[in-house]
């Protein structure tokens, strides 16, 4: 008797498809390998070379074969735990702390233990929504700003809130990014304590995915995240007595551009509830990941050092990001798209909505026919905004959005990036001026994308 291949899946798992970045990023080198050329704006990897002493370290421990703790290493776990106190000016041990390869599974690991559905901001990254589904949970969307699809008011929560409660949900997880991806923009102090006042007031369990928290724009600005907003917020020194927990999660693939070492991590609060889902989240890794791996572990504690070299690397890449992005940016404004201007990560977010009349001319109404016609039409790989939330028929704001990262701006090649890099990174630290033909290349193909557009008629 014959059986139908839908048998062997689950209805849920049936429904998954790829992540639209490794999609989009494999479509590109496919294109590519037919010889046709594409300007690669679709994939938010970091690819600067790895800072020098670390990528040392990372050599010297090859041979570290043996499991890690569950935890993580207890000397890397002190290094985050020591690098985040410092940074937010709170108390943080290292029993809070659990490494994980990567930060997507404990991301995952959390949605599956934690009680509740989930409020998530449109637009969100790619992988959130389709971890809440996996999860056997339901989410619902908190509208923002229809400029910068960033911010959050508390009208936009509550709106969310009830909504959930009208169809019969039990929303007690909030997750939040910022810097974000999709949209390049990072939470005010007061939009934050909006979300955590909020939060703790309807018993929410907030996740602060802080995954590109180092690389805002502003260098002056002191870092300012929702696990220290709690304290202001219940009046205590540190974040152990918050009514509702607050977790940190992060990583090594923005900052450090070592996303194939697969290391991440959370921050639990020292209160019981946090523990309590520390612990949870211990014996879920035990059955499932086991440890991240040795030697990329034993190289995490470096680069989450505070000598001199590891704070100049953490600066420069900060600074390269920020002058190619915000360069980018320019170009999109100065093109008549509705985009606002990044303060941190290496995204920008721009609408082609000023231009939906000569855009229905060419039978493109949505933003992955939008997506469409820019690779085919013009060599240019972006993301649409539907893979970040995004409805074609929601908020003017949201509709004809295109996801542009400029992390693969900088190197035709691996080569490239070792034999070009650390000077480029230097170049960037001191100001000087950058040349960045790939840049400069995009640029052109965006110009001449729009340039097409206006010589349509509407």
């Known amino acids: 008797m014959a059986t139908s291949i839908q048998n062997f899946v689950t209805i849920k798992a049936g429904k998954l498809r790829l992540s639209p970045t490794l999609e989009i990023n494999e479509l590109v080198q496919a294109t590519r390998a037919k010889g046709n050329k594409v300007v690669h704006l679709g994939f938010g990897e970091a690819t600067f070379p790895v800072q020098k002493d670390v990528l040392a370290a990372h050599e010297q421990h090859s041979r570290s074969t043996s499991y890690m703790p569950v935890a993580g290493a207890l000397e890397l776990r002190q290094a985050i735990a020591e690098y985040n106190a410092r ?86 997880i909030m997750l939040i990014n910022s810097p974000s991806n999709p949209t390049g923009q990072v939470f005010s102090p007061p939009v934050l304590t909006v979300i955590s006042t909020f939060c703790q007031d309807k018993g929410i369990v907030l996740i602060s995915d802080e995954i590109y928290s180092d690389l805002t724009y502003d260098q ?27 977790i940190i999660t992060s990583g090594l693939s923005k900052t450090y551009s070592a996303g194939g070492w697969r290391v991440g991590y959370a921050i639990f609060p020292h209160c019981e509830s946090g523990r309590h889902i520390r612990d949870t989240t211990l014996a879920y890794a ?29 600066r420069m890449v900060t600074s390269l990001h920020s002058h190619c992005t915000t360069r980018l940016y320019e170009a999109l404004r100065d093109l008549g798209l509705n985009v606002a201007e990044p303060k941190g990560a290496f995204y920008v977010y721009p ?60 190197f035709q090649s691996e080569a ?16 000087q001026e950058l040349y960045l033909p790939l840049l400069d290349e995009a640029i052109l193909s965006l110009q001449g994308a729009v340039q097409k557009l206006r010589d349509t008629p509407k």
């Open 220 to 246: 002056e600005a002191n870092p300012i995240s929702a696990f220290q907003i709690s304290n202001a917020i219940t009046g205590d020194a540190r974040p152990s007595k918050a009514a509702t927990p607050v």
């Open 351 to 410: 609408s082609f909505q000023p231009y939906s009349a000569q855009l229905e001319k060419l039978n493109v109404r949505t933003s992955v026919e939008l997506s469409q016609w820019l690779i085919s039409e013009c060599g240019v790989a972006a993301l649409p905004g539907s893979a970040f939330g995004e409805a074609d028929d929601g908020l003017v704001g949201g509709r004809l959005r295109l996801r542009m990262a400029t992390s693969y701006l900088y």
């Open 87 to 172: 940074r937010y000016g709170i108390q943080i041990e290292a029993d809070q702390v659990v490494v994980a390869p990567g930060s997507k599974p404990l991301l995952f690991a959390l949605f599956d233990i934690l009680k509740g559905d989930v409020l998530l901001p449109r637009p969100s990254w790619v992988s959130y929504e389709p971890q809440i589904q996996l999860a056997n949970k339901r989410h619902f969307w908190v509208e923002t700003d229809e400029h910068d699809r960033h911010s959050i008011t508390f009208e936009a929560l509550d709106a969310a809130y009830k909504r959930a409660l009208e169809e019969k949900a039990d929303p007690r």
């Open 286 to 314: 035990s059955e499932c990941w086991s440890a991240a791996s040795a030697p990329a572990q034993l190289a995490s504690i470096e680069a989450l050092g505070t000598s001199c070299a590891m704070n100049s690397y953490r």
């Open 416 to 431: 490239d990036r070792y034999e070009k890099g650390y000077a480029m990174l230097e170049r960037a630290g001191e100001e």
